[in-house]
Each structure stands twice: as C-alpha cells, then as structure tokens.
C-alpha cells in the first residue's frame, strides 16, 4: 500500500511540473515577425525583442534635447532605416538601407570625423551624420500606421544583424541619396579623390520616384547674386562646359566665371547637379533630374530593384563594386580598443 502512494504522488508531480515547463520553453522561444507582403499581419504576439550579440552601443547627441543618449546597435540601425528610407519600400530594399546604416555608425566610430560632438557623442541625429529617431518620435510621426510600419523596419534590420559592408577588410563609405537620374556618380566627380567602390552604375528604377524630375524659377538677380556673376547680355544663362560620367554637369561657364555643377547645386538649392536652364525674361527656369548627390546607393534603384526581385545583397553589389558582406564582430577589438 505504501508502495502504491509513492507511485501516484510521483505521478502527480510530474502532471503538474509537465505543463509549467511547456509553458517556461515557450516565453523563452523567440517570435518571428512575418513579412507585410504576406497574409499575416503583425500583431503583439509576433513583436521581436532585441537579443544583442554584443555589447556595441551608439552615443547619439539628440538635437532637439540637447542630450547624449546611449542606443543598442541594432536599435539605433533601426531608428536610422525608419527615418532615412520609406517604411513602404521593398523589404530587400530596407535590408539593404540597414547595410549601409551600420556600415556608417560602424566607421565612423572606428573613424572618427573632425567634427566635435558634445560629451561622449559618437554621432548626432541630424543629416550632419545618419537622422535617427526613436520609437517615441517614430509614433508621432507615424500615428496609427506605427505598428505595420515599425515591424517592417525591424523585420529588415533584424534580418541582416551584425552584416556590415566591407572593401579590402575595412567598412566603406556607404554613400546613399533619394534618385538618381539613371546613373550614380564616380566618387571624385562629387568628393575630392576617387574611391574604388564607388563608380558610375546604371540606375533605370529611379524613373518612378516622384522626385526623378523637378523645375525650379529663380529670378535674374538670385541667380546672379547667389553665384556671384552677371548673367550675359544677349538673354542666355551660360554655357555648360563638361558633364561627368554620370550625366550631371561637371562645369559651366558663367558672367565669365566658371563654376563646378555641385557649386551651381549647392548655391541655387537644386535637388541635383544633372540641370539644363534658360532664361525667360527676367526669371532663369532650371530643370533638374534626380536628387541628391548621385554617389553610391539610390535608394529608389534600391526599391525598384527590389521590385523586381533583386535580394539585398545583389542590390549593395551593384551600387557598391567589389564590396564583401562582413560581420561586425570582426572589428570588436578595435571597438573595444577605441573605448579604452
């Protein structure tokens, strides 16, 4: 009879532990967000939390509080994709934004600039390195489509953990803008020296952005004033001289002077340096293709690329030659090192 009460309190015992340890494996095991393209939409239940493979943590100067706040590499990526690319665009194309996003914050902490940042800062939030925002900005701005949009992000950044854009061991400069005009530029027709990785490539996709062309009227003496020179007589605005690899205006000749296309861009505010302009009357009428610098990725090539079936990395290996995809614990020693 003992016998047979020892038998059933072990049974019992282990009916009651059985179903508490199913219950302890499963919040341990770690939810997956499914992709938007497919049927499932995510909800709270497919929410990933972050699992850092290390300690890598981005000092960002927050500009608007004046604050150096401490983020999770990973986290920060995200922040940086969300507030640099369209949460819409293909998830091969926000794959390949998370590339160049870590690949950023990656060199410029192995390689500091020589701007002065405030305290302990590694980067700011602004355009001056990488934007970035935080959850709480991201909802503001994001309203009710915060949940789809912010899980598509992740699922993105997640994805590609760790990978980091390489060329002959060291990160590159991941260059990236908004559209091209169906080039990207060689590096030292925007910058002062030519960088390997970053050549003139073909980009047909950026014909769908809305930004691909725009016009912009600006009167004589804005011209005039903004560029230094006095326009010609006989009614023209100046002659363009030489145009780069990729199409945009290499130099013009103007009032006399000339000039670079990226001074002309940079002074008269122009979305590109790939411009024609004329006058009519007293306005001077500018057309643009593109926008932004034109050197490395664009990021409308990237989505449309995407569209079209491309995978992340054929994407970073079109717009940057020659590069290799890396961990960034290869370069935990120097991160450690820096720090110390």
């Known amino acids: 009879m003992k016998r047979l009460l020892i038998i059933a309190t072990i049974l019992c015992t282990v009916v009651l532990i059985i179903p508490t340890m199913m219950v302890l494996i499963g919040d341990r095991s770690t939810p997956t967000v499914m992709s938007t393209t497919g049927e499932q939409q995510p909800t709270e239940s497919t929410q990933v939390t972050y699992e850092p493979e ?3 943590a981005i000092q960002v100067f927050r500009s608007k509080q004046e604050l150096v706040e401490e983020v999770p590499l990973e986290e920060y990526v995200v922040g940086v994709v969300a507030s640099e690319m369209p949460a819409t665009f293909e998830m091969e194309a926000l794959k390949a934004q998370a590339l160049t996003a870590r690949t950023y914050i990656l060199r410029q902490m192995l390689e500091p600039g020589d701007v002065e940042l405030p305290g302990e800062a590694m980067v700011t939030d602004t355009v001056m390195h990488q934007v970035y925002q935080s959850k709480d900005e991201l909802k503001n ?4 489509e915060y949940d789809l949009k912010y899980a598509r992000i992740k699922e993105a950044v997640l ?7 390489t060329y002959d061991g060291e990160p590159i400069t991941a260059a990236f803008f908004s559209t091209s005009n169906g080039f990207t530029e060689n590096s030292e027709d925007y910058w002062p020296n030519p960088i390997p990785y ?3 490539v073909e980009s047909p996709w950026d014909q769908t952005s809305p930004r691909f062309t725009a016009e912009k009227v600006l009167s004589v003496g804005e011209v005039e004033q903004k560029l230094g020179v006095s326009l010609p007589s006989d009614g023209t605005v100046g002659s363009i001289v030489a145009r780069t690899d990729g199409g945009r205006v290499a130099s013009v000749s103007v009032g006399g002077k000339e000039l670079s296309g990226r001074e002309v861009r940079d002074k008269l505010e122009l ?17 643009t293709r593109g926008w932004g610098h034109g050197v490395g990725m664009s990021q409308y090539g990237a989505d449309g690329m995407a569209k079209e079936g491309k995978s992340y990395e054929e994407i970073v290996h079109h717009y940057y030659q020659g590069v290799s995809i890396q961990s960034v ?12």
């Open 54 to 56: 290390s300690d890598v």
């Open 159 to 165: 994805e590609t953990k760790g990978q980091v854009l």
């Open 271 to 287: 979305d590109s340096s790939d411009f024609d302009w004329k006058r009519q009357g007293d306005q001077v009428v500018i057309q």
């Open 329 to 340: 614990d290869t370069y935990e020693a120097k991160l450690t090192a820096k720090a110390e």
């Open 141 to 144: 701005s994001w309203g009710s």
């Open 198 to 200: 970053l050549r003139s």
